[in-house]
């Protein structure tokens, strides 16, 4: 085997440059001076054969940060923040960000918190990318000491004149919380509404009983802790 017209030193295998049984180079771990053009020339007692086909070798630098956001970060509201993120890798690659799997437009590189609100609270990616890979690294940003948020993923069975209602708790603050159900049914005059307390206090699902059928209901739930 040839590269740049100069003939490849072939060491046993395991060696930096070696050859398989069906006579392919291998190269154990690829750097940039393994730039080129190569081809094999065949050879036995006679002489030398034809040339293979010379073909390119260009090497492409991984994506490497040189600056990358920490795993978790322990935050309070008001803090300001600086989530860096910086790579390189040939071609130069591009910097999104992303929280929760939603991508945050016009953010460069550095993820920048003025004032960090509760809201903040979540999973965040910095993703680099070329035509050739993409790399991320995660970040937990944690807000601690806050009002909880608000319950997601809420879904209802109604089964009879019962309501059977389940939801993921959002994130809690910091501190133990639990939930409220309040509802009321539809009215022209506004009714009070019922509140009752779900328990276990961890609990996540909750049925209201003895509705009345053809009504419609409006309903919310709330989640408090000791703030």
Request: aromatic share 12%; charged share 20%.
């Amino acid at each position: 085997w040839y590269r740049n017209g100069l003939s490849i030193r072939i060491e046993p295998k395991g060696g930096a440059y070696s050859i398989n049984a069906e006579y392919s180079l291998v190269i154990k771990s690829v750097e940039d001076i393994d730039d080129g053009k190569y081809f094999c020339r065949a050879q036995n007692s006679e002489g030398f054969g034809h040339d293979s086909t010379t073909f390119y070798v260009e090497t492409k630098e991984p994506i490497k940060f040189l600056l990358q956001p920490k795993s978790i970060y322990h935050t309070n509201e008001q803090d300001q923040l600086i989530l860096p993120c910086v790579a390189f890798g040939n071609p130069q690659p591009k910097i999104k960000w992303f929280k929760n799997s939603n991508e945050l437009k016009e953010v460069k590189e550095n993820l920048t918190f003025e004032y960090i609100d509760k809201t903040d609270h979540g999973v965040y990616v910095c993703q680099a990318a070329n035509e050739h890979t993409t790399t991320n690294i995660t970040s937990l940003l944690i807000v601690e000491n806050t009002t909880p948020q608000a319950p997601h993923n809420i879904q209802y069975k109604q089964m009879s004149s019962n309501l059977v209602i389940s939801w993921e708790p959002g994130y809690d603050g910091g501190r133990s919380q639990h939930f409220f159900i309040w509802y009321r049914m539809l009215h022209p005059r506004k009714r009070d509404w019922n509140q009752i307390r779900v328990l276990p206090i961890n609990g996540s699902e909750f049925t209201l009983f003895d509705l009345k059928l053809q009504k419609t209901y409006e309903l919310t739930i709330v989640a408090e802790n000791n703030l």
